[in-house]
């Protein structure tokens, strides 16, 4: 089972910037398919964005193409979420997940549905 640890959260005003990390362990990392999700106050959890190990391709739901990056340092078993001209509708507590694509949405594909304790992002308006 992955070990998940995220971290980079933070509050931050609108149209600032974060960058969070995960550090994950276990030997599949690098073969795995990372994601982020997200769980708004009051909210389900939700898909954010997902980047494949080979050939590397990210996927990102629409309410962050364009503002939001992942990318991953597979040497350092990490995996990362660039987030740009944050908006108060990104106020969220972030997990990363190994994740698996189902027709076209992605879900999270967590041994025995694990979480990390994820990291907590506000931003203010």
């Known amino acids: 089972q992955v070990q998940l640890v995220e971290s980079g959260g933070g509050l931050v005003e609108v149209g600032g910037s974060l960058r969070l990390s995960c550090a994950a362990s276990?030997?599949?990392?690098?073969?795995?398919?990372m994601g982020w999700f997200h769980q708004p106050p009051g909210k389900e959890r939700e898909f954010v964005a997902a980047i494949t190990w080979y050939p590397e391709k990210t996927y990102y739901a629409d309410s962050v193409k364009g503002r939001f990056t992942i990318s991953r340092d597979n040497a350092k078993n990490t995996v990362y979420l660039q987030m740009n001209s944050l908006k108060p509708e990104d106020t969220a507590l972030y997990y990363c997940?190994?994740?698996?694509?189902?027709?076209?949405?992605?879900?999270?594909?967590?041994?025995?549905?694990?979480w990390g304790q994820g990291t907590q992002v506000t931003v203010s308006s």
């Open positions: 997940a190994p994740s698996r694509l189902v027709g076209s949405r992605w879900y999270p594909a967590n041994t025995n549905n694990y």
């Open positions: 276990g030997r599949t990392f690098s073969t795995s398919v």
